[in-house]
C-alpha cells in the first residue's frame, strides 16, 4: 500500500512569508503528527493531530499550526517565516497514535530566504 | 529539558564486522524507545523497538539493549553492511504521550567495503 505523501517536496520562501504544508497518511491511519529536523537541534515533535484534534504540542511558537481533516490528511502552517525555520519538516501516520505503527514521509525541505 | 542523546556522532565500520551504536537518555518516566534508520533524502525508517520491561531485544541482524540502571540503550548490527549506511537515532516515549517522540542527535554509520 502506499506511504505516506508529503507535498511538496522542496519549497523556498522568503522571511516573512508563510508557507503551508500538506501531508496524507498511510490509508486507515488516523493518527499524524508533524517533525521538524535540523542540523543544529536535530528531530523535534511539533504537534500530532487525532480525529481532527491536537493531542499533544511540542515547543515551538504559535507561527507553528495545524490541522486536520476528516479524511486525515493533515496540514502545517508556519507564518512569518525566519531563517531559522530552514528545515526538513517530516509528517509521520500511524494507526491510532501508537508509536509502534508509526511511519514517516520523506519530508518536505524548506529553504528560508 | 531532557533529552535523548547520543556519544558517537560518526561510527566507521568494516563490511561484515559488528556495529554498536549507544544512546543515553535522561527521562526516566520512559518506558518505550525505539531505534530508527534514516538514509539520505529518506524520512526515518522503523529498526526495532523495546519497552522498559525488557532489557534485551532481538531483530534481523539487529539487537537493543536497554540499561535502565545507568539510563542507557544501545544497537548492536551483526555482520553490518554497505545498505547499513545512514544515520541511525534513537528515540524514546513514555505512556500517554502517543506519538510525541523525543529523538537523540543521530549517529552516521558508515560502512567501508
Known amino acids: 500500500k502506499a506511504g505516506v505523501t508529503q507535498t511538496p517536496r522542496y519549497l523556498i520562501k522568503t522571511r516573512g512569508q508563510q508557507v503551508t504544508l500538506s501531508c496524507s497518511p498511510i490509508s486507515g491511519h488516523r493518527s499524524v503528527s508533524w517533525y521538524q529536523q535540523t542540523p543544529g537541534q536535530g528531530l523535534q515533535f511539533l504537534f500530532e493531530y487525532f480525529s481532527e484534534t491536537q493531542r499533544n504540542k511540542g515547543n515551538f511558537p504559535g507561527r507553528f499550526s495545524g490541522r486536520q481533516f476528516s479524511n486525515s490528511r493533515s496540514e502545517m502552517n508556519v507564518s512569518t517565516l525566519e531563517l531559522g525555520d530552514s528545515a526538513l519538516y517530516l509528517c509521520?501516520?500511524?494507526?491510532?497514535?501508537?508509536?509502534?505503527?508509526?511511519?514517516f514521509g520523506p519530508g518536505t525541505r524548506l529553504l528560508v530566504l | 529539558g531532557e533529552s535523548v542523546g547520543l556519544h558517537l556522532p560518526t561510527l566507521s565500520v568494516q563490511e561484515g564486522d559488528n556495529s554498536i551504536i549507544n544512546c543515553a537518555y535522561s527521562n526516566s518516566a520512559s518506558d518505550y524507545f525505539i531505534w530508527y534508520k534514516q538514509e539520505s533524502g529518506k524520512g526515518p525508517q522503523f529498526i526495532i523497538d523495546i519497552r522498559s520491561n525488557m532489557d534485551k531485544r532481538q531483530g534481523q541482524r539487529v539487537t537493543v539493549l536497554l540499561n535502565k540502571t545507568v539510563k542507557h540503550l544501545s544497537l548492536q548490527i551483526a555482520a553490518t553492511q554497505p545498505g547499513d549506511s545512514a544515520v541511525y537515532f534513537c528515540a524514546e516515549t513514555y505512556n500517554n504521550a502517543g506519538n510525541m517522540l523525543t529523538f537523540g542527535g543521530g549517529t552516521r554509520l558508515m560502512v567501508k567495503p
Open positions: 509521520a501516520s500511524s494507526l491510532q497514535g501508537d508509536p509502534e505503527t508509526q511511519y
